[in-house]
């Protein structure tokens, strides 16, 4: 069966400092991975997608996520975070028929 | 134009109330969706249209009526609900297909509906 995990419910970061947020998954074929991010009271924003080629990869604000097909794993980082970052961040795999399957999200505070 | 535009931003009904939410883009997608999300939760899939046809239902109640009038608008009609259904309620769209391009929502800020 599809899944995503992310162990992480809740980090808290100083800012400036790096971030890794964890995503494993379980898909039967070549995954699709995406991290979107939620600021409190919006919908969700498309950070960076993987479909194939270089496993890592860049997206918006700064962020990168590393494809690790051995730990079936899509972690997302950033070198230093600033405190705009503070959201809810959600792993996804997919699409099968156009039904993506998110994790539970990480909720990151960054403190001052 | 990569925006998606849902109306309106905050709901307030109550259990015998009809009422309709909105959605809108212009960025030529065929595929467009609704999520519910409860607080601290993902959003979990409602309905998928695909080419302006209902392709997913995942199992939602009638009280919930969704309606694709064209390639560019979605709607949600709201019936009889509960206070359980308070909730965002999020319209996304992307392009159609298998292909990953398909997993890449463009999600609206969502309505937030409280049922008295």
């Known amino acids: 069966a599809q899944s995503v995990t992310q162990p992480d419910i809740h980090i808290t970061v100083s800012e400036g400092a790096s971030l890794e947020l964890r995503c494993n998954y379980s898909y039967g074929a070549t995954p699709y991975l995406f991290w979107y991010v939620q600021s409190p009271g919006q919908g969700l924003q498309l950070l960076l997608k993987?479909?194939?080629?270089?496993?890592l990869v860049q997206g918006i604000k700064g962020f990168e996520a590393e494809f690790k097909r051995s730990q079936s794993s899509f972690n997302l980082r950033k070198p230093s975070v600033h405190w705009s970052d503070a959201a809810e961040y959600f792993c996804?795999?997919?699409?099968?028929?156009?039904?993506?399957?998110f994790g539970a999200g990480t909720r990151l505070a960054v403190h001052p | 134009d990569t925006e998606v535009t849902q109306t309106p931003k905050h709901l307030v009904m109550g259990m015998t109330n009809k009422k309709s939410l909105k959605c809108e883009q212009h960025?030529?997608?065929?595929?467009m969706y609704w999520y519910k999300q409860k607080a601290k939760k993902p959003p979990e899939l409602m309905f998928v249209?695909?080419?302006?046809?209902?392709?997913i239902n995942e199992s939602v109640p009638s009280r919930f009526s969704p309606e694709c009038p064209n390639s560019s608008l979605l709607n949600l009609h709201l019936h009889a609900l509960q206070p359980e259904d308070s909730a965002l309620y999020l319209c996304a769209s992307s392009q159609v297909g298998q292909t990953g391009k398909a997993g890449e929502l463009f999600f609206g800020e969502g309505s937030r509906l409280t049922v008295l």
């Open positions: 993987y479909f194939s080629g270089d496993t």
């Open positions: 960025m030529g997608h065929r595929a």
């Open positions: 249209y695909s080419y302006e046809k209902l392709s």
């Open positions: 996804a795999v997919g699409p099968p028929r156009n039904k993506l399957i």
